[in-house]
T-cell receptor, first 114, second 112 residues
Framework: GQQVMQIPQYQHVQEGEDFTTYCNSS?????IQWYKQRPGGHPVFLIQ?????EVKKQKRLTFQFGEAKKNSSLHITATQTTDVGTYFC??????????????FGTGTRLTIIP | GAVVSQHPSRVICKSGTSVKIECRSL??????MFWYRQFPKQSLMLMAT?????????EQGVEKDKFLINHASLTLSTLTVTSAHPEDSSFYIC????????FGPGTRLLVL
């Protein structure tokens, strides 16, 4: 089956430092989505990337989708304490039967040292 | 964005009892909803796809007779954990949407 891996599993950074999490899929994706889950909360949609090589920015967050549509990254510039949480990528796969299935990555837990 | 609600938010039950969790799409109709389970410090694992008016599609390894799903209307899907055991204790989350998924706030189940 499809697998979506993320690295690193954990990241501790000083406030103000940058942070990057990488997402890799075993198969080509229809699109990739990123979610943020705060401790004790539920996943909240951040962004969706569809096109090969696509780059999108949301303030201090930069999202990239690889040329082969099998990998993606999320980069946060100058982290703030509000960035704390677990960041999940989720790949949308289209099965041979035409069904859509969203497979979540393993997640990267970000903690900020004030 | 779209709103998805879940009820209850927390439930504690005795081993052997059944627990029903409701997932509602509040401002849109959802022919398909998804049920996930998340163990502490782990990722979300898709359990099943709930289809309005038809049988749910279960992921490999998920017992359909244990996790009963009913999607009787375009705004409501229910997940019933039958004969719950301590190992079923987890965070259950539903989602609905089209290309992007809107998640409910989740239900924390503790089976004693």
């Amino acid at each position: 089956g499809q697998q979506v891996m993320q690295i690193p599993q954990y990241q501790h950074v000083q406030e103000g430092e940058d942070f990057t999490t990488y997402c890799n899929s075993s198969t080509t994706l229809s699109n990739i989505q990123w979610y943020k889950q705060r401790p004790g909360g539920h996943p909240v949609f951040l962004i969706q990337l569809v096109k090969s090589g696509e780059v999108k920015k949301q303030k201090r967050l930069t999202f990239q989708f690889g040329e082969a549509k099998k990998n993606s990254s999320l980069h946060i510039t100058a982290t703030q304490t509000t960035d704390v949480g677990t960041y999940f990528c989720a790949g949308l796969f289209i099965s041979n039967f035409g069904n859509e299935k969203l497979t979540f990555g393993t997640g990267t837990r970000l903690t900020i040292i004030p | 964005g779209a709103v998805v609600s879940q009820h209850p938010s927390r439930v504690i039950c005795k081993s052997g009892t059944s627990v029903k969790i409701e997932c509602r799409s509040l401002d849109f109709q959802a022919t398909t909803m998804f049920w996930y389970r998340q163990f502490p410090k782990q990722s979300l694992m898709l359990m099943a796809t709930s289809n309005e008016g038809s049988k749910a599609t279960y992921e490999q390894g998920v017992e359909k007779d244990k996790f009963l799903i009913n999607h009787a209307s375009l705004t409501l899907s229910t997940l019933t954990v039958t004969s719950a055991h301590p190992e079923d204790s987890s965070f259950y989350i539903c989602s609905a949407g089209w290309e992007t998924q809107y998640f409910g706030p989740g239900t924390r189940l503790l089976v004693l």
